[in-house]
């Protein structure tokens, strides 16, 4: 297993401005508002990063995750493309969140941290919860209506490794457009009244950004096992941990080694973060307490199916510069188009995948269809909590 991280930021330093003044802060400012491990690492342009051995031997026990070629997926979408899966859905939590969750965890403990509060649709909480268990960490979710409505089970998972979980309601007679901010904004509520207590943000952030690198570094090298290198590499785009975890490597292949892979990002077309944001300084709370990141932006959700992790109105700030210089490209899709997608690698794979993935499988389909003869690699989550977003489906076979 490798034992570094990749840091995005050795291409795209880190800025992060103060919400009130909107001047950019330093290490020891923002070490006021996060752990001052997670301050030092967020500022970090180092390009790889040790992987801390306590942390190192919690992902040896299940990392690396498996890849494997959809060789039955192929057949049903009838191409010629090779499409190569990396299963994040093999992770303790059945999706890629956990590998930021316990290195934040320990860099917590390690900072002596007892409390930390975060807000979630469910997967981080659960995430979270389970990491901060680990190190002997009180958790609490803050869960928007929405997603507790949609997800139901989540707020139990989530008890089950000791978080205290708060439904967020929406104010009365007031209009909600952006679900993620409405929680982060009861969370730091919370961690404002709580001694000693800190507010973790579920994605975004460089800090829980960097962790994901290992799927990428994983990709690159089982691939290279097979004597491959992809030419697609495909991603869903919420806050941009699942997109960049999967192709930050091979974005920095294209700049250190000139060998271009086409990075390619799904979203919602309700969240459309790459086609429609517009750059300028963001937060992910309206309470002018969490530092602000130049990026893109969207003034909220346009009107459409419930989304779950792909509802972030903000983007990570190398999702918005590595789009910027031409080198992701988005590709939008309606949730009947991502059910779709996903029912379908369902019947062939027998795999039921995550509803944020849906997403994903669409893209791969419009990019097999539209291409000859290339390989394609993205990765999935486990979608066997998400059964009531699928009709009831039954396996080709």
């Not at 051995?53 to 070629?69: K, N, Q």
Request: net charge negative.
């Amino acid at each position: 297993m490798l034992n570094k991280f990749l840091n995005l930021n050795a291409y795209n330093k880190s800025h992060l401005f103060d919400p009130l003044h909107e001047k950019e802060n330093n290490q020891d400012k923002l070490a006021g508002v996060l752990p001052p491990s997670l301050a030092k690492l967020e500022l970090s342009s180092e390009k790889y990063i040790d992987i801390p051995e306590d942390v190192f031997d919690i992902y040896s026990t299940y990392r690396p995750t498996p890849l494997y070629r959809a060789r039955e997926f192929e057949k049903a979408i009838r191409t010629t493309c090779e499409i190569y899966i990396k299963d994040e859905g093999a992770t303790p939590t059945g999706n890629h969140k956990i590998n930021s969750a316990y290195l934040i965890a320990y860099s917590c403990k390690k900072d002596g941290i007892k409390t930390v509060a975060t807000e979630t649709t469910g997967n981080w909480g659960i995430a979270l919860a389970m990491a901060a268990k680990r190190f002997g960490i009180k958790t609490v979710c803050f869960l928007d209506y929405e997603s507790h409505k949609e997800r139901p089970n989540r707020k139990a998972l989530m008890e089950g490794f000791g978080a205290d979980v708060v439904i967020v309601e929406p104010p009365a007679n007031q209009e909600v457009k952006d679900l993620l901010t409405l929680s982060a904004n009861a969370a730091i509520e919370f961690i404002k009244r709580s001694k000693g207590a800190y507010y973790i943000f579920g994605s975004v952030y460089s800090y829980f950004i960097i962790p994901q690198s290992v799927i990428g570094l994983e990709i690159k090298s089982q691939l290279a096992e097979l004597d491959k290198y992809p030419d697609i590499v495909i991603g869903t785009c919420g806050g941009g941990a699942n997109l960049l975890g999967t192709a930050g490597v091979f974005l920095a292949d294209i700049i250190d080694e000139r060998r271009r892979a086409r990075i390619v990002s799904a979203e919602a077309e309700s969240c459309p973060i790459l086609s429609e944001g517009k750059m300028g300084l963001y937060s992910i709370d309206t309470l002018k307490y969490y530092p602000l990141i130049h990026t893109y932006g969207l003034d909220g959700l346009r009107d459409g199916d419930y989304v779950g992790g792909l509802g972030s109105t903000v983007v990570a700030s190398s999702v918005a510069f590595f789009h910027s210089k031409g080198m992701i490209e988005a590709n939008r899709f309606s949730s009947n188009e991502a059910k779709n997608a996903a029912e379908m690698f369902y019947r062939s794979e027998g795999i039921l995948v995550a509803l944020e993935t849906g997403y994903t499988i669409a893209a791969i389909i419009k990019q097999a269809r539209e291409n000859d003869n290339k390989v394609i690699v993205a990765n999935i989550s486990s979608g066997d909590t998400d059964k009531q977003f699928y009709s009831n489906i039954k396996r080709d076979g």
